[in-house]
């Protein structure tokens, strides 16, 4: 698969088989995003990815925790409020997903569901948690941005899909204890990673983007 063509086709896939995926796999895709450039060559990025039994555990742990509403909390504090014409996007892609899962959900379940895959990691074989020290500034949080997107393009070259996801986050002391992960470092978030489900209303959802005469001023050409 070509770059502009995993650009094109990446998805956030929010519904995985069960097919497990295997561990030269992920090697070979981590080591072809661990080439993304950092300030300085710093590669301030550390990685826990999380499979089998220690997974379901994970993943049974994160459902518990819901289920008992136990408010989640991640390591670095997320946006109280965006500008408005972020949040005006932010609004038009729930709705855009709420209008394509209530073809066949009622509004409880389609709230339910929603949050109910997060929890679950989307039924993903793999997550792979991204971290970095806190001390680092946003800099260093751009690079683990650019490892991501790395990570997301390479899983494609495989036949592989992803999902980052702040959810899959929200309970960081129970990643940390199972993943064996430094109090110094933040779990900034995760991204799970298998074989979609195309055949799932969950995902069936592509969104949109700003025309880029709007995100872009070219001059000089
Ligand atoms: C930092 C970050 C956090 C995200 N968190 C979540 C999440 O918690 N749950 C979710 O379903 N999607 C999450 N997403 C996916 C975005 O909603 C998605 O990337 C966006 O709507 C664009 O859609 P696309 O990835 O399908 O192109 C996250 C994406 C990023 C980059």
């Keep these: ?19 497990p995926v295997a561990q030269d796999t992920v090697i070979k895709i981590l080591e072809a995003a661990n080439r993304t450039p950092s300030w300085g060559n710093t590669q301030p990025w550390n990685l826990y990815v999380a499979a089998g039994e220690l997974l379901e555990e994970l993943r049974k742990g994160s459902l518990e925790r819901f289920s008992q509403k136990v408010a989640g909390k991640t390591d670095l504090p997320v946006p109280q409020e965006w500008p408005e014409a972020l949040k005006q996007r932010y ?35 793999v ?12 800099y260093s ?5 650019a490892l991501s997107q790395s990570m997301m393009l390479a899983a494609q070259e ?10 899959l986050v929200q ?3 129970m990643i940390r204890q199972a993943m064996d992960i430094p109090e110094e470092e933040a779990i900034v978030l995760g991204i ?10 969950h ?3 592509r969104t949109a983007r700003r025309p880029i005469h709007e995100v872009a001023k070219l001059k000089g050409f």
């Design 203 to 205: 995902n069936q959802h």
């Design 192 to 201: 799970a990673l298998g074989y979609g489900d195309s055949s799932s209303i």
């Design 158 to 167: 495989y036949g592989l899909d992803t999902a980052p996801a702040i959810m």
């Design 171 to 173: 309970y960081p002391d």
């Design 91 to 125: 609004i038009t892609v729930g709705k855009e997903r709420y209008e394509l899962l209530s073809q066949e959900l009622d509004k409880e379940a389609i709230i339910d569901t929603v949050q109910d895959r997060n929890y679950r990691f989307f039924d993903a074989p």
């Design 141 to 145: 949080m751009f690079d683990l941005g």
């Design 1 to 19: 698969m070509n770059v502009i063509d995993a650009l094109n086709s990446r998805y956030t896939c929010r519904a995985f088989k069960q097919d």
């Design 127 to 138: 997550v792979i948690f991204i971290c970095m020290n806190r001390n680092l500034t946003a």
